[in-house]
């Protein structure tokens, strides 16, 4: 049923949705931009540690999702139009399909890769000796490898969730997309993948992060606690420990921006799995009329690392200013007149 507050509600829907391409491509651009610095600054770093590294490949992960996104939402929202009545070609739809499956990949790649530095850094705060034994740039790297053999095999099913095709309806101009006959014809499978996204892909990333975070913080508070009752002065380990505490206050900012990020569509996700049949759509009708909205907090997701970074990591911060500093050098050097005698 359709009232006065659904009209308006569609009305505020199309016209956001005629800035969303414009705000949501710049945005991608800006964090493809920030996490390419990201990565360079990460993989300069002296120290050639196992969060370096992880933290090296999430800049690449966040790049690469938001890349895809951009070719998105540059086609199907500036190119063309969000609309059955846009003319839409057989491969704008394929590229609309594509860009936007692998977006949501690389974006799972990036939240698990944030799980494995949770259990890295949760090692290397609750159990030392451990950390030392198991948290190894050979062990980054198979966890780099594992988590993402993991996630491609877990986003394989989305794949046969639409399809391309021609339209005959007058209504529908050119090529659009469809739920495939075997997801039509199977509703539990609709369902089944509802819980995998919501669950999975979401919520339990969520609070296995959140669970980290509050044991390491638990510890922080603990080890904060030891100093003032020491009442020592400061030297080189206990400038270290202050150094170590502030890396892992710096990942636990991170996993709060994806907590309040990710949690709410995963929620949303699974509580209309759980209505079963066809009842899931009301998930999909909901995501229609704020979905553009909760993609752009997943850009900014994928977007203010760099800012924590640099708030935070004095290291980053200063690798940073170097790396600028050298660029702007050659750059002058490259410009400068040759001396003529």
């Not at 948290?135 to 989305?158: E, H, N, Q």
């Not at 399809?163 to 509703?187: A, C, M």
């Not at 640099?310 to 980053?316: E, G, L």
């Amino acid at each position: 049923m359709i009232n006065s507050n659904n009209v308006s509600d569609s009305v505020a829907s199309a016209d956001y949705r005629s800035v969303h391409g414009y705000l949501a491509g710049g945005l991608c651009l800006l964090g493809v931009g920030l996490n390419v610095v990201n990565a360079i600054v990460w993989s300069k770093q002296e120290l050639k540690t196992c969060t370096n590294f992880l933290l090296t490949v999430l800049a690449f992960a966040d790049g690469l999702s938001l890349f895809f996104y951009f070719v998105y939402v540059t086609y199907f929202f500036i190119v063309s139009g969000p609309s059955k009545l846009t003319y839409h070609s057989k491969s704008g739809m394929y590229t609309v399909v594509i860009c936007f499956h692998e977006f949501i990949a690389f974006h799972t790649f990036s939240n698990w890769l944030i799980i494995s530095l949770a259990i890295f850094r949760y090692l290397g705060v609750c159990h030392n000796k451990i950390s030392k034994q198991y948290c190894t740039r050979w062990r980054a790297k198979v966890t780099v490898l594992s988590v993402l053999t993991a996630t491609s095999l877990a986003t394989v099913p989305f794949y046969l969730y639409y399809e391309v095709y021609q339209s005959t309806n007058p209504d529908v101009n050119g090529y659009w997309i469809r739920k495939t006959l075997f997801v039509e014809t199977n509703i539990v499978y609709q369902t089944v993948l509802l819980w995998l996204y919501g669950v999975v892909f979401k919520v339990l990333p969520s609070l296995a992060m959140i669970g980290f975070c509050m044991i390491m913080i638990h510890k922080i508070r603990q080890a904060k606690q030891r100093n003032h009752t020491l009442h020592r002065e400061s030297h080189p380990s206990q400038i270290a420990s202050r150094r170590y505490k502030r890396s892992t206050l710096m990942l636990v900012i991170i996993v709060s921006i994806y907590f309040l990020t990710e949690l709410p569509v995963g929620i949303m996700a699974f509580l209309s799995g759980l209505e079963g049949g066809e009842c899931h759509f009301f998930y999909f009708l909901l995501y229609s009329h704020v979905g553009d909205i909760i993609d752009l907090t997943a850009l900014l997701n994928s977007c203010l690392n760099f800012f924590v970074y640099i708030a935070m990591c004095s290291r980053f911060r200063n690798t940073f200013i170097r790396l600028v500093k050298m660029c702007l050098r050659n750059s002058l050097c490259v410009h400068k007149p040759p001396f003529v005698n």
